[in-house]
């Protein structure tokens, strides 16, 4: 459990809708748009060319250049108690690829307990940050200084007992072994602060200018599956490719895991979900799924989605009416009821979900309603949610009916107003909301089905 140390109101980050927001009006849908994303940390080179030096007066932050000072004091720090501290994460790779970074983070790694840096910093300027979380057990802080966001961990090494479980993790090692634990060589560099030189040894800097995701050893996908979907929204956001032995390790781990003859972890199935909403949410989540699927891997989520080619525009669909991705990615399974629970999908999506997989079989096994009354009180029961994920998934049968629910007929309201009724002398209390019912059907009467 994090330990708060100090917090203080901050502006709440725009998140996806979680669920069905549906606006309409005379023109028809008005959909949500996804919140936009910021440019933020980035280094930038001391010359042209490929950027082979930083030093943190050249540290860039999209929002205010202010991101030098808190790294600065932070190195100090750490130095005064014998400790290297090194840049780590997007930063790192991100400057060699010249380009800004793609979080509003900046990561560090430090040899040494990241909690005692955070108190020695709290002893020293207790008015640096104004969000300070202490994660003892596992060794990292999360800190707020001024609008950047610092995350710090201690080095650590991670041993597996079986594949796909949680790792064992051991604190007080050097940089070089916490770097032998990534998942990529990309991600396996580290820039020692203040202006020391790159760490890089599994040679990340030439895979990068080689366009080349390279994992760091021959069981690093079995050890963690979720290292296979995090190859995808590199590969995506970053135009790299995944080749050679690296996508014959994924196809070989693909072959055995994890939903087939053994047993999966129970927290493989959580750890799968949170990278598939990043995916989602964050990267470019047409390139990522057809790398995806290309490597054969979508089975990871589920067998059937390997051969599912409906979903970018399903998927499309779902962005435009502001549905989150993922239930709209699973509806059209014959049980996605069992992938959301193997993928411990939030309460309020995972029902959603049900309910539209309850919804298309029955379309499919009954007779449909002839008018918009019958079909408004089959639909109105099942919510919004649920109908759109139907709508998304389901086939000609009943597909008509369902859109214009979701267009018109739920929004309809009774011609005369209960303020009306009242004064033509309809009593207030149950007569007046069974009136208003019958006024509201008469209307739905008169709508095509």
Partial sequence: ?????????????????????????????EHQRRPGFTELVGVEPESSGHPTVWRLDTLREARDRAAAAPLRTLQQLASAAGWRLALVGGAVRDGHLDRPGSGPDIDLLLEGPA?????????????????????EAYGTVSLAWGELRIDIASARRETYACPGAHPTVTLGVPLEADLARRDFSVNA??????????????????????????????????????????????????????????????????????????????????????ELDLLLDQEPWREALALLQAWGALG???????????????????????????????????????????????????????????????????????????????????????????????????????????????????????RELLARGVPAGPALGQELRRLRQERLRQERC
């Fill in 1 to 29: 459990m994090a330990t708060v140390v100090r917090t203080a109101p901050a502006p709440q980050p725009q998140l996806r809708p979680q669920a069905c927001r549906l606006q309409f009006d005379r023109d028809g849908l």
């Fill in 300 to 418: 990871l989520i589920d067998p059937e989605l390997q051969h599912d080619r409906s979903w970018p525009q399903r998927l499309a669909w779902a962005e435009r009416w502001g549905l989150p991705l993922l239930p709209a990615l699973l509806a059209p399974l014959a049980a996605p009821e069992a992938t959301a629970a193997r993928l411990d999908l939030p309460l309020q999506q995972a029902r959603a979900l049900a309910a539209a997989a309850q919804l298309r079989r029955w379309l499919a096994t009954n007779p449909l309603p002839v008018d918009a009354v019958a079909w408004d009180e089959r639909l109105a029961p099942v919510g919004a949610d649920a109908v759109a994920l139907a709508l998304l998934a389901t086939g000609r049968r009943g597909r008509r009916p369902l859109l214009r629910w979701l267009l018109r007929w739920q929004r309809l309201t009774s011609p005369v107003g209960a």
């Fill in 115 to 135: 909690p005692e840096l955070a108190r020695r910093l709290l002893a020293a300027d207790p008015a640096a940050t104004h969000d300070l979380r202490l994660h």
């Fill in 189 to 274: 560099m580290a820039r020692l602060l203040p202006d020391g030189p790159l760490l890089d040894p599994f040679d990340g800097r030439n895979d990068l200018a080689a366009g080349r995701l390279r994992f760091l050893h021959g069981a690093s996908v079995s050890d963690d599956p979720t290292r296979v979907l995090r190859a995808a929204r590199y590969g995506a956001r970053l135009d790299l490719r995944l080749e050679g032995d690296d996508l014959g390790q994924v196809q070989r781990t693909l072959a055995r895991w994890p939903w087939s003859a053994t047993p999966a972890p129970p927290a493989l199935g959580s750890r799968l979900r949170m």
